[in-house]
């Protein structure tokens, strides 16, 4: 075999996948939006390859994503069933149903997102030093000086989760950075004004390493937040 063919081999591959990609992103917007719903079997492979113009393996490799993040249920030799997405614990899946399933899905995904600090911040008040609160406060000062909301949420809560210590919160701060980094629609609503957001956050970082109970703080900006939240206008 050439290097030539090799280089065709992996680009027919390339563009089985992003086609794949399609067809699982399309079949799980008709789960998560109820156009198919729970119990309800798919079409076949036959009917979904024409529907989507490409061929039957291709719609095989979409289908068989579907069924690993439990969003549908794949028989051998029979039908494929359709799961209710709402019962689908893969992290996958709760970000495909936020995408597709309407606002009390996205309104969900914002309560998660302004609530899940705290356990965080529990954990890393026990293992911060001043010079984490000095490493830190450089992170808030970059915000009041013009730095992104999106990347400095990204760098602080990043580094929260790293002195949590805690190998499950830093897996889950970073899957969730990278969804909402993907899709900004998926971030919630800020939280107050530039120059309120960097105070509390100045308050957080102080109560770190002063024994000042900094979760108990983000529970009143929370309650802020989720205030907002039930304002939100439908999707």
Not at 22 to 31: G, H, S, Y
Not at 110 to 124: D, T
Not at 144 to 169: H, I, Q, R, T
């Amino acid at each position: 075999m050439g290097f030539g063919s090799g280089v065709q081999e992996v680009e027919e591959r390339v563009v089985r996948t992003h086609a794949a990609d399609a067809v699982f992103d399309r079949l799980a917007a008709m789960v998560c939006g109820g156009e198919l719903p729970p119990g309800a079997t798919l079409p076949t492979e036959q009917k979904l390859a024409e529907r989507f113009g490409v061929s039957r393996p291709i719609v095989r490799q979409a289908t068989h994503r579907l069924a690993s993040i439990g969003l549908v249920r794949v028989r051998q030799g029979g039908a494929t069933v359709v799961a209710d997405p709402k019962t689908a614990s893969h992290p996958e899946a709760t970000a495909v149903r936020v995408r597709h399933g309407g606002r009390d899905a996205l309104v969900e995904l914002y309560q998660r997102q302004i609530l899940s600090p705290l356990p965080m911040l529990v954990l890393a008040e026990r293992n911060a030093t001043p010079e984490d609160a000095a490493s830190l406060t450089a992170i808030v000062d970059e915000m009041a000086n013009g730095l992104p909301l999106p990347d400095f949420e990204e760098k602080f809560w990043s580094a929260v989760a790293e002195l949590s210590k805690s190998d499950l919160y830093r897996a889950d701060t970073t899957y969730w950075l990278r969804i909402v980094r993907e899709f900004p629609e998926l971030r919630h609503p800020e939280l107050g004004e530039l120059e309120v957001r960097v105070e509390a956050y100045r308050q957080i970082v102080n109560r770190l390493t002063n024994g000042g109970d900094a979760a108990q703080m983000w529970i009143a900006i929370a309650r802020v937040g989720l205030d907002r939240l039930a304002q939100l206008p439908p999707r």
